[in-house]
């Protein structure tokens, strides 16, 4: 049953006011003000999702909490409100945006300290807070897309945040642009399925009632539907073929990418899946299409991450990966381990981000892991947080992310994704791989760190490390939630989630213990080949980048996707616009005619303008001329 | 009582005395009292017509037409003024800008 | 028909006399009234070859104010400037008297009288519309003035010709509302009707009259009326401290005059004007038809003419008093300066006009007119 | 109204409305038009309009015109505009007008249309009946001509104040002229 709950709506008021203040306010008040307000606004926004979280756990399960603030769009039949609605899944999500959005806010204060544009910085970040909030919130299609399109905007702002630098401001439009390919998609999905629907007499695109209408789609169109909107998830997903923005989007600063690019916005085309569930099992070639993008992505990811020199390039590559598996955990039809993943991998990897904005900080923007080294003694806390995380992704049994990607490998397994699983479990090696690589290289060893730097390496400010242990904490024990089934308390988030994603039905029984150690013996196998190459000894990693030389610099060049699609979509478009139409339709034919009708009016007003004295009594006479031809018609009416 | 011809003949003739007015003065004010002359030849017109239709619209717009005269007077002297302090003169023919 | 020609006409030159009279009265009331209040002779010519003083007559200066003026007036050089409108410089005297005078017209000055076995209205010209007349020519007699000033090819003559037209048409304002809000209490434009109304007693001993339903329409009336008739304190198109003598400076003898006559007239009418709004008009107290009806219950009986003449000669008996009035106020007020004038004309006259238009209107919706 | 009255009258206001245009002193034309609008206002009171008559006479000869006078004082106008212009538009429009004229002379010169006399109120054109059908009928026409009123008058200071320049070169004289003064 659903409940009205008007409180929702304070959930996106808090953010928007603090984007009103930092926009109007902010740069008046200054830098107090907006470290006040900038934060407040989240944690009072997560106050309020807690309450009604605990509101909706205290009801029945399958309950929602909603509220319809005004009625948005009404053409015919067809309607669309302003309506948010507060179930399960979304309820999670919400937790996790304004929990994590919070900390890392919290977080940006210390770390942006010594950026002038602060108001600015914390206008887009709650913005962009507030977009993400609709966007989980929204009980419809259409208020998820103005959501969805919201972070993306803010994405962009952010990743140009600092615009004074032209390749930061091309990487931002970069993302925008690879964004709105994948946006397209989503239009045309949403467009499929209303007509599709509209077909059947039925206009909505809310997602109950489409849930309760979902059968009545072909399944030509549902899959039509489904792939489209996937292309939309793997703009916004960063998945193949669409991933190549996210990596570029590191320009950015460092919480913006733990907050946007890899706790928040980029999960948003697994929620919106998780979301349509419904619609993609009435199309199960496009649920195989979705698990082997997932899949694919995840090892591809990963396989790249291993070699990137560029600390937080390395964790873009690991969250397209981790992204990867949500996909492949949604694909399989195990929406609540995906989600479940989702969550846990907000708190690691966010955490794994600000670790690595602290190392940043503390080397005065030095992103280069060639240059860091035995900062272990030097960045404690920083250490051990990452060093947290770093087990959770590595999927080290007890931490979260062993949870959640284990069940993500079983549910592959089980529902007969023997390739699929055997992809992820590579790719749970290559994970281990580069992460420990990353820890090694960034914390021990012998110091590279560049001379200019060592006197002013500190650790970060308490504004920015309480952040960090908070989410230390939840990304260890975040997993508890979600333990195997008949274990303790068993799988709560997936019974949690279960009414509105439905439960994952396995299609055949394997022993989880057995998967779960296939996982885990892939993972050790990769911490023991970076301990190798980067402890025991450091020489081997050169001398293999240098024997396989081809394979490295593909790596190293990301397969030279961005090459491919320059030559491939940019040339030929760059080409088509400036040759064909710039020149030829442009100058001919449409100036031609603007041209020519500018002339043609030009050459009879010449004309026409001996006629404008500019005398009033010669246009009273025309005037009055006239009156009298109108005149004597009449007059001859009634005479004759 | 007049004969209603009579009535709109004397009309008439004022509203085309107004006409000229407007249209052979070269004097800003005059053409504007000619304008005034002609307002009150339809005025006439009006209250005649109304007199032998019996009704009284046509005074009330009779009124209505003079707080209209009034209003224009006012803006129109206005505008007048204005001009005359751009080009110190009232001769319409100096009034060119008013084209092209 | 021919007879009630002859007593209309009779009515109309009696009005026009008496209010000329009025006129010379004050002229008199300027020379001796003044002399009076600034405690100084005055006016002293009282005897011709000296056969007054022996008879003993007082020395009330008669001669030289109602003979001895208008004779040097009318025997002066009618001087015409150079460079004046001619035509229109010999007008604007007569431009500016003529609605005055045939304003008397419409003034009530008694009840009915029987003349030949018919009974005819005391008043020159029974208009049913009369409050609407008066307005139209006291609007149209700014044009004289205007014109005087104008037309005699003088800067000075023309700012007194500019002041007194726009010092007119404002306070014409204040006049047209005081005299709206009474149309609205006695719901009728007969001046007569007005009077008539004003008849009768309230507890049969306070007089109905028109200032105890409208005081603050009678102050309106009374200001603006002053600053119509352009008197002291309202006398700047004339305010020879600044401009010699306004919009007749550049007139003489007769003209001159008439316009002196002109300021005067005005001033008589609205001292009529005032009378029979307010002040009962020919009204006397407790006089009615059949004769007195005093308070006590006492009755005099009074025959129907000796009625009617008793009402005329309240009627004058008032004006003159009103006039007497208008010129202690001369004699008593300094002038105003030229913006406290347009001041008190439209933020203080109109606004309370138009305050008691409303209350007016309020209390005539809510208790119906006096009628 | 007799006839002989009405042909009186009727002269006169042609006369006058001539006198309008024909007269070279623009004062002059004013004194014609307002002769004229006079003459108008009594064959309202003829045709039985008597509130209008009177209101014409107060509003528009006593009150517009006035103001007419005050601009033509104000810009005190050469009484005769220099010859020139061409000319030929004024004669076509000598020849337009005479021809509007001639038009309307034949239109009315027709014989009386059937006009159903509709019946005479007793109080036909009295303050009430006037304002009964202007306060029922037009109140809306009536409210809005108020507002009219305003906005002319707003328009109209706006329009005729001087610019602003003008006063700051007066208010620069000001300190010069006290010290004048003062000296």
Known sequence: MTVEFPALALILAFPALGVLFNLFLGPRYGRRSVNLVGPGVMFAAFAVAAWSFLELISMAPGSALAVTLWRWIAAGNFHADIGLKLDAL??????????????????????????????????????????????????????????????????????????????????????????????AGFMLGIFTIVAALAHEGVWTLEFSQLQMHAQLISPVMATA?????????????????????????????????ALIHAATMVTA???????????????????????????????????????????????????????????????????????????????????????????????????????????????????????????????????????????????????????????????????????????????????????????????????????????????????WIGLPQGFLWGDAIGRFLAPVVG?????????????????????????????????????????????????????????????????????????????????????????????????????????????????????????????????AYYLYRVLA | MISLNYMMLLSGALFSIGVAGVLLRRNVLVMFMSIELMLNAVNLAFVSLGNRLGTMDAQVIVFFVMTVAAAEAAVGLAIIISIFRNRESVNVDDFTLLKW | MTIDFVVYAIFAVAMLLVGLHLALFLLYFERKGSALIHDRVGANRAAIFGLGKRLGMPNLGIVNTLLADPVKMFTKEDFVPDGADKFLHALAPFIALFP?????????????????????????????????????????????????????????????????????????????????????????????????????????????????????????????????????????????????????????????????????????????????????????PYLYRGGFVLPGGFQIAVGGLAVSILGIIAFLVKTVAVCGFLGLVRWTLPRFRYDQLMRLGWKGLVPLGLLNVVVTAYLVVAFGSAK | MPAWLFIFFGALAIVAAFGVIVQRNPVHCLLSLVLTLLVIAVLFIAEGAVVVGFLQAIIYAGAIMVIFLFVVWLLNIPGTPAPGGQLAPKFIGAIAASALGSMLFAFFSEPEAAVRAGAMAADYGSIS???????????IAFEVTSVLLLAAMVGAVALARPPKNLDAKRDAEEPRRDEAAAG
């Open chain 4, 129 to 139: 009946s006037l304002a009964r059908v202007l306060f029922a009928d037009y109140l």
């Open chain 1, 225 to 257: 539907a489904c792939l489209l909107l996937l292309v939309g998830a793997t703009g916004k997903s960063a998945q193949i073929p669409l991933y190549v923005w996210l990596p570029d989007a590191m320009v950015g600063p460092t919480p913006v990418s």
């Open chain 3, 100 to 284: 005055v005078l045939v304003t008397f017209a419409v003034i009530p000055f008694g009840d009915t009288i029987d003349i030949a076995g018919r009974t005819y209205q005391l008043q020159a010209a029974n208009l049913n519309v009369a409050v609407l007349y008066v307005l139209a020519t006291i609007g149209v007699g700014v044009y004289g003035v205007a014109l005087g000033g104008w037309a005699s090819n003088n800067r000075w003559s023309l700012l007194g010709g500019i002041r007194a037209s726009a010092q007119m048409i404002s306070y014409e304002i204040a006049l047209g509302l005081a005299i709206i809000s009474m149309v609205m209490t006695y719901g009728t434009l007969d001046l007569q009707e007005v009077v008539r109304m004003q008849g009768g007693t309230w507890l049969g001993v306070i007089p109905r009259w028109g200032i105890l339903i409208q005081p603050l329409a009678f102050v309106l009336l009374l200001t603006a009326g002053v600053a119509e008739s352009k008197r002291v304190p309202f006398d700047l198109p004339e305010s020879e401290s600044e401009l010699i003598l306004g919009y007749f400076t550049e007139y003489s003898g007769g003209k001159q005059a008439t316009f002196m006559l002109t300021d005067l007239a005005e001033q008589a009418l609205v001292a009529m004007l005032l009378v029979t709004f307010f002040l009962g008009g020919w009204q006397l």
């Open chain 1, 269 to 479: 085309g697994v929620y919106m899946i998780a979301r349509l569930h419904f619609l993609y099992q009435l199309a199960p070639v496009a649920m195989e299409v979705v698990a082997a993008v997932g899949a694919v992505t995840a090892l591809y990811a990963a396989a790249i991450a291993i070699v990137q020199p560029d600390i937080k390039r390395v964790l873009a590559y690991s969250t397209i990966s981790q992204l990867g598996y949500m996909f492949l955990g949604v694909g399989v039809g195990a929406f609540g381990a995906g989600i479940f993943h989702l969550m846990t991998h907000a708190f690691f990897k966010g955490l794994l981000f600000l670790c690595s904005g602290a190392v940043i900080h503390a080397l005065a923007g030095e992103q280069d892991m060639n240059k860091m080294g035995a900062l272990r003694k030097k960045l404690p806390i920083t250490f051990a947080t990452m060093l947290t995380a770093t087990f959770a992704i590595t999927a080290v049994p007890g931490f979260s992310g062993y949870f959640s990607k284990d069940l993500i490998l079983e549910s592959t397994f089980t529902s007969g994704h023997a390739w699929l699983w055997l992809l992820g479990v590579i790719a749970a090696g290559f994970t281990a791989f580069y992460m420990f690589r990353l820890i090694f290289m960034t914390f021990y060893g012998n110091s590279r760190v560049e001379a200019d730097k060592l006197p002013h390496l500190h650790e970060s400010p308490p504004v920015m490390t309480i952040a960090l242990i908070i989410l230390a904490v939840l990304a260890a024990l975040g997993g």
């Open chain 1, 503 to 631: 439960e994952f039905v396995p299609a055949f029984h394997a022993s989880a213990a057995m998967l779960s150690m296939a996982a885990t013996g892939a993972g050790a196998l990769g911490f023991a080949l970076a301990w190798l190459c980067y402890i025991r000894a450091p020489e081997l990693a050169g001398w293999i980048a240098a024997h396989a030389r081809a394979s490295y610099q593909l790596l190293l060049h990301k397969f030279y996707v961005d090459e491919l699609y320059n030559l491939l979509v940019t040339r030929p478009l760059f080409f088509v616009s400036t040759t064909v139409l710039g020149r030829a339709v442009d100058t001919f034919a449409i100036d031609g005619m603007v041209n020519g009708a500018g002339l043609a009016v030009e050459s009879t007003g010449r004309l026409a303008r001996r006629v404008e004295s500019g005398n009033v009594q010669h246009y009273a006479l025309l005037y009055l001329l006239g009156a009298l031809g109108i005149a």
């Open chain 1, 90 to 183: 979304s309820a999670l999500m919400v937790m996790v945006v304004t929990g994590v959005g919070a900390l890392i806010h919290l977080y940006s204060v210390g770390y942006m300290e010594h950026d002038e544009d602060i108001a600015r910085y914390f206008t887009y970040l709650n913005l962009f807070a507030f977009s993400m909030l609709v966007l989980v919130l929204a009980d419809n299609l259409l208020l998820m897309f103005v959501g969805w399109e919201g972070v993306g905007l803010c994405s962009y702002l952010l990743i140009g945040f600092w615009y004074t630098d032209r390749q930061f401001a091309y990487n931002g439009r970069k993302a925008f642009v690879v964004n709105r390919v994948g946006d």
